[in-house]
């Protein structure tokens, strides 16, 4: 694929100065330049419009939106993938903090020959005050579309896809508490073709106390349960899991149909035991699979199932095949 015309899209909060400056100079270091960078600020104020501002430094490349109204990272991405221009023939997402190889885009850029979304690694940078310690390189993998729906391997931030994935990820379906960009991004690609992995690291994944989320690892996932249970209230419960966790990936599931013009059967296979909402044998027996391919952690796997087995079939309705999710896309 061409390396002109494409964007990139930066979703912004609260922005530190130092930080956004190195991540937007290693965007201008790219060897790839042909492209433009779209920069959504959620509840911008005139402070962090100043601030970006000043980064930017008058590259024309670099076009500023200043939202007042802060809708957090999953609609603020939204807006930014709205921000791109019809001529864009591939998008790639950054992440405010991070810092790009310059080759990053002349890396991925060619697999989109093949692929309609590609991404690479990156080695983990975790900063606490001036420590700055790496943790090694990340080992994305892409096992394919019914073990993406439960456990995201597509890191919004390492990825470049084409256009036709934007297209079709806009407008964002209705998110819950569990609900990523890059999930949707990831299962939305998925539907429509190859995605690929470049296995090498081509950024540095910035790890610090202002992450939404970040990179899980030793005993960190600690971190991740007490923004979990944030989430749920204080506790986690059977409800959370079944509205939010699984809920969110069943949302998913049955948003897909009706966003790809053609669905090939093994898609439609893929999303099916999702799709149906609760808890039946073609999920336990394919989540299984997944466990026993260690393709995603049991405890991810077995947290979905229960919130799967919380949703019951209403009385008398019937259990669904691939026949009739396809009808249920035709109306």
């Not at 690929?196 to 690892?217: F, K, R, S």
Request: hydrophobic residues 40%.
């Amino acid at each position: 694929m061409s390396s002109s015309d494409g964007a990139i899209c930066m979703a912004v909060y609260r922005p530190d100065s130092e930080t956004l400056a190195v991540q937007i100079d290693s965007l201008r270091a790219q060897s790839v330049r042909d492209w433009t960078c779209e920069i959504a600020i959620d509840g911008g104020t005139p402070e962090d419009l100043a601030i970006v501002r000043a980064c930017v430094d008058g590259d024309e490349r670099f076009h500023v939106v200043s939202y007042p109204e802060r809708v957090g990272f999953y609609r603020n991405f939204e807006r930014a993938l709205q921000q791109v221009g019809s001529q864009a023939e591939w998008v790639a997402l950054a992440d405010q903090d991070d810092h790009w190889y310059p080759d990053k885009l002349e890396r991925l850029l060619p697999a989109l020959d093949r692929a309609v979304l590609v991404t690479g690694q990156a080695r983990v940078v975790r900063q606490t005050g001036t420590e700055v310690v790496d943790e090694g390189v990340t080992a994305r993998r892409w096992t394919g579309l019914f073990v993406d729906q439960l456990d995201n391997t597509v890191t919004g931030s390492f990825s470049v896809f084409r256009a036709s994935v934007a297209r079709a990820a806009l407008p964002f379906p209705a998110p819950t508490d569990a609900a990523y960009h890059d999930h949707w991004i990831g299962v939305c690609a998925a539907a429509l073709g190859p995605v690929e992995i470049v296995d090498v690291p081509l950024q540095d994944y910035i790890q610090h106390g202002q992450n939404v989320l970040g990179e899980a690892q030793g005993g960190r996932w600690s971190a991740r349960l007490r923004a979990w249970r944030t989430h749920a209230g204080g506790a986690f419960s059977v409800r959370y899991l079944a509205d939010h966790r699984w809920g969110w990936r069943v949302t998913m599931a049955r948003t897909l149909p009706d966003r790809v013009d053609t669905v090939p059967r093994a898609v439609l296979d893929d999303i099916r035991p999702v799709w149906r909402g609760r808890i039946s044998f073609g999920l336990v027996v394919r989540s299984l699979g997944v466990l026993m391919r260690r393709e995603a952690p049991a405890g991810r796997i077995a947290a979905l199932l229960v919130g799967a087995m919380a949703t019951p079939r209403r009385r008398g309705e019937p259990w669904t095949t691939t026949e009739d999710v396809r009808r249920d896309r035709n109306g």
